[in-house]
């Protein structure tokens, strides 16, 4: 099923963060229907850095190519800024919908842009943003591939001033509108009463951030049709791997986190390694002496 036809329907899709093909494979099994690319927690997992700018095009590219190889849950991708002006756009549309984006996501924050639950960003035009959508559109090689338009400007310019360039989104031709960073459920509300009959809403739920957090019921409840939790994979998994790497160090072995790990087996179950041995087994021995 397509990533379109998943939003298209009666219920909320749930859309957890991932960052890496082993991330997007657990998130696959354990019953995902779609996933999404945080370039937040890229940015975490591959530099151990902040979300504020510093992860490439190309990074981001490898690294949907690699999942993909992987999954074929549909993915959504955090595109950030476009990585440029409206060439940039083009360029990285073009290259994310090869590697095998189902969604691309583009916000108008100008640069150095940052985490969209951080202070002291800054905002491109709402006529460069248009631009940008309209670029993102005609590079699109399938019109099932969705452009998401996010903006930050709730933060920046006054929630009144969201809403205004959300509807100009909107009217650019965007498939999916995200209003970054709400801070009251009442701005939820009047963002699902201004725009959901009319346009599919992403809701972004960030553990610590500005906006509410709200159950995948009670958001479906609002109107929205799209909820990520980007970052809370990278979230659990740091605070197992600190708790992991002090036991280690302070204890000499694993004993003591033994019930909170998996061991060679069940990682090897886990990812799939008899199978895939197996598979390279049918090539042995093919061709004659």
Known sequence: MTLRNLITGDELLLAPGIYDALS?????QSGAKAVYLSGASLAYTRFGTSDIGLVSVSEVNDTIAAITDRIDTPII????TG????????RTVRSFERSGADAIQ?????????CGH???????STKEMVGKIHAALDARANEETLIIARTDARAVEGFSEAIDRAGAYKDAGADV????????????QKICVEFSDKIPLLANMVEGGKTPILSADDLAALGYKIAIFPGGAVRAI???MEAYYLGL????????FSDKMHNFDSLNKLIGTNELIKHGAKYENKGSD
């Open 77 to 80: 991708v955090d595109g950030d």
């Open 24 to 28: 997007g494979l657990i998130a696959t």
């Open 83 to 90: 990585f440029g002006n409206a060439l940039n756009v083009q």
């Open 118 to 124: 951080l202070d002291g960003k800054k905002l491109i």
């Open 238 to 240: 740091s605070y197992h």
């Open 177 to 188: 509108l995200f209003v970054e960073a709400p801070q009251s459920l009442d701005e939820m």
């Open 106 to 114: 583009l916000e108008d924050q100008s640069f150095p842009k940052k």
């Open 249 to 256: 160090l302070a204890n000499g072995s694993n004993d003591a």
